[in-house]
């Protein structure tokens, strides 16, 4: 699907305020209710939307601790890779697992818990006892500085 600048401005607005109304979408776009519902429906049909979500508060959830933690894998096979990327899917802290390169980690995943305690836990009781798990490297964020879950969209005239 080709994008254009109407198609950017929904997406912007969307990304904004997922629970924006199609009225209130096409008032602020500048296009009639029914071509911006079209086009909504396109853009979700093709997947470029792929969900709608809603973002917590983490504080006020007690998610207080947010730590990037750089795994080692001991054999880089396949079926290794497999066996750790299943055994972290079910995991409700890890809000991130990359496959990385240019590091002496395999891996980078961000985790959200609710404080040293619980990452112990998460640490000893489930990341370190994944076959093939070599070594672990953890750091912890202090303050978020910038933290927001719009892509940059300005390449799509």
Do not use: W
């Not at 029914?34 to 979700?44: A, F, G, T, W």
């Not at 066996?83 to 899917?89: G, Q, S, V």
């Not at 303050?143 to 927001?148: G, L, N, Q």
């Amino acid at each position: 699907m080709k994008l254009d600048r109407m198609d950017r401005r929904i997406l912007q607005e969307m990304q904004r305020n997922g629970r924006i109304s199609n009225l209130e979408l096409a008032e602020k776009i500048g296009l009639s209710p029914s071509p911006c519902s079209r086009r909504v429906k396109q853009l979700e049909e093709s997947g470029i939307i792929e969900k709608h979500v809603t973002v917590l508060d983490r504080s006020k959830l007690d998610l207080t601790l947010t730590a990037y933690i750089q795994v080692s894998m001991d054999r880089h096979t396949p079926d290794r890779f497999e066996l750790f990327e299943n055994a972290l899917a079910d995991s409700p802290e890890v809000l991130e697992c990359c496959l990385i390169t240019g590091q002496a980690a395999d891996y980078l995943i961000k985790v959200i818990v609710t404080g040293m305690d619980h990452y112990q836990e998460f640490l000893l009781n489930k990341l370190t006892r994944i076959k093939g798990v070599s070594g672990v490297q953890s750091s912890f964020v202090m303050r978020r500085v910038i933290d927001k879950t719009e892509l940059p969209l300005d390449h799509i005239r």
